[in-house]
């Protein structure tokens, strides 16, 4: 066998042995995130107007609200693909507020509200290109906190609360009703203790389909109603019973028909979110921030992953809370002063976000739609060494117009996917800017490029001498996770980066320094002579002297090496 490669073996092993892991992380990894960036509009600005926002969109993706006029009347606005159309929809005086919007199977809007003047639960929907507005309440203070959703059959439903605190159920019959001109049945499913903050879900089809979360103000308690069974009728849950929560309530079922719940936490001031897992409630503090979680609005993506709109109190800010598998992100969406009460959320088939709230600073109704996020991603991922990176953009929302890199070392590039090669080793700015019809996006992150190391070391003493100690001094210069692994070339070997070594036998020995990071390894070899201690080797003449002869004595000295 040749006897350099059996030298090399120990060292090929380590350096198998020490890169698999380095290279079975190499790929691709999220890199910068712009986050969403929005796109703020004013909808309606007749004069202290979107209070009681509720918003839908429509199969589009367009967008459509219901609100409040301060003037007493009840509005709707809708985005037809080009402009807002505004309509009024009840004008009678003071009606409108608790407004709630669903659309039909055949994207109708159909909105519950309180009539104020009367003390009734109204209903409103449009046929056609009229709106047909009807009562169907009258029990006397009923209709606030009204929440109106459609089942599996496309029958609507309504849950509101009644004087003094009491909840009561509405859906539609037909005929046989009780209430409502007698096309509506009407019940009381709570009797006491409801402080509104109403959030209705439906399971299927039929009124035992019905999930309520709702605020117990004697408590001060978040609960959660359903129908168990003929027997036992409605039940009602503590979801979060410490301190005083629940109000704000926002529910929503998933896939699987489990409840998620946003409210806000009035004792701490945060933003929380309840989720049944089908055995249990588990409770999440989302933003402690300061006083936030007033005004939340709960949505689930495509994927089924939450995100809430709520109002900042503390900032007078419009904030979204968006989970994306991993954690949550905040995000400040308006942040223009005293903005984002009444926020009401929806999300879209492409996972955008749109939010209607109010402008409490000019009294104004507004729209904020999540135009685009841009994020990259590298290939390898870590380690990043000197050569070929490739970078992949993903873009979420409006498509792309352009795309604009900056590697950070000069370079640049206008492909959606570009390769870069980094000459060298150092710290790099990258960013990625995405622009749309509607906003540009910045997404930016420093990657560190690594280069392979350079070995290199010296000992002391010099000249060296049988049985000394030589002491090695590691200059290698790199980055990353540097690892060592000496030959002494006498068969010993170490790992430290700087070893003391005794070499016994006298002779030139080949020393290596094989040094190793995340990106490969180079190796100095020097020679090294180790010198024996001198020998003395006397003589005389005659070898064997007589008495009285001159002997004559010579001595000779000599060195192994």
């Excluded at 699987?256 to 249990?280: H, M, Q, V």
């Excluded at 790199?478 to 430290?496: A, H, M, R």
């Excluded at 180790?530 to 009285?548: D, F, Y």
């Amino acid at each position: 066998m040749n006897l350099r490669a059996v030298r090399w073996l120990p060292i090929l092993l380590l350096l198998a042995m020490l890169l698999a892991p380095l290279l079975a992380r190499a790929g691709t990894t999220p890199s910068g995130d712009s986050g969403w960036v929005w796109s703020i509009e004013t909808v309606d600005s007749a004069g202290a107007v979107g209070t009681y926002a509720s918003l839908k969109l429509d199969a589009a993706g367009h967008p459509h609200i219901a609100y409040y006029d301060a003037a007493g009347i009840l509005k709707y606005a809708y985005h037809d693909g080009t402009a807002w159309q505004i309509e009024v929809v009840d004008g009678t005086a003071s009606v409108g507020q608790y407004a709630s919007l669903a659309l039909d199977a055949s994207g109708m809007p159909w909105i519950s509200y309180f009539d104020a003047t009367n003390g009734d639960l109204r209903l409103a929907r449009k046929q056609g290109f009229s709106w047909i507005v009807q009562t169907v309440d009258a029990a006397g203070a009923v209709g606030r906190w009204s929440s109106l959703a459609f089942d599996a059959a496309n029958i609507p439903h309504i849950a509101y609360h009644a004087a003094p605190g009491a909840m009561r159920l509405a859906y539609f019959v037909g005929i046989g009703g009780n209430c409502g001109g007698g096309g509506w049945y009407c019940q009381t499913i709570v009797a006491s203790g409801v402080g509104g903050h109403i959030s209705l879900a439906l399971a299927g089809s039929g009124w035992t389909k019905v999930r309520i979360a709702y605020y117990d103000s004697t408590g001060g308690d978040l609960r959660y109603l359903y129908y168990r069974d003929p027997e036992i009728g409605w039940v009602s849950e503590t979801v979060d019973g410490v301190g005083d929560v629940g109000q704000y309530a926002s529910l929503v079922l998933d896939e699987a028909g489990l409840p998620r719940i946003a409210y806000y936490d009035a004792t701490n001031g945060d933003l929380k979110l309840a989720s049944f897992n089908g055995a249990s409630w588990q409770l999440q503090t989302l933003d402690s921030t300061g006083n936030v979680g007033q005004y939340t609005s709960l949505a689930l993506d495509a994927s089924g992953w939450p995100r809430i709109a709520y109002y900042d109190v503390s900032n007078g800010d419009l904030k979204l809370a968006s989970f994306y598998g991993a954690s949550w992100q905040l995000q400040t969406v308006d942040g223009a002063g005293n903005v984002g009460q009444f926020a009401s959320l929806a999300l879209d088939s492409l996972k955008r976000a749109h939010i209607a709230y109010y402008d409490l600073a000019n009294g104004d109704l507004r729209y904020a739609f999540a135009c685009v996020r841009v994020s990259f991603t590298h290939t390898p991922s870590a380690p990043i060494c000197v050569g070929p990176v490739f970078f992949q953009s993903v873009v979420e929302g409006e498509t792309p117009l352009s795309w604009a890199w900056d590697f950070g070392d000069g370079g640049t590039s206008t492909d959606p996917n570009p390769m870069h090669i980094y000459a060298s080793q150092g710290r790099y700015p990258v960013s990625l800017a995405v622009t749309t019809a509607c906003s540009t996006a910045l997404a930016t992150e420093t990657l560190e490029v690594w280069d392979v190391p350079r070995a290199g070391f010296t000992y002391a003493p010099d000249p060296v001498c049988g049985g000394d100690e030589v002491f090695f001094t590691n200059t290698t210069v790199g980055s990353g996770t540097l690892s060592f692994f000496w030959d002494f070339g006498d068969g010993e070997t170490s790992n430290e980066p700087d070893p003391v070594h005794q070499f016994v036998v006298p002779g030139v020995y080949e020393v290596q320094l094989l040094a190793l990071n995340e990106c490969g390894y180079d190796i100095e070899e020097q020679s090294l002579q180790v010198h024996g201690a001198p020998a003395l080797a006397p003589s005389w003449e005659p070898i064997t002297p007589e008495i009285h002869t001159v002997v004559t004595f010579s001595a000779a000295l000599s060195s192994t090496l």
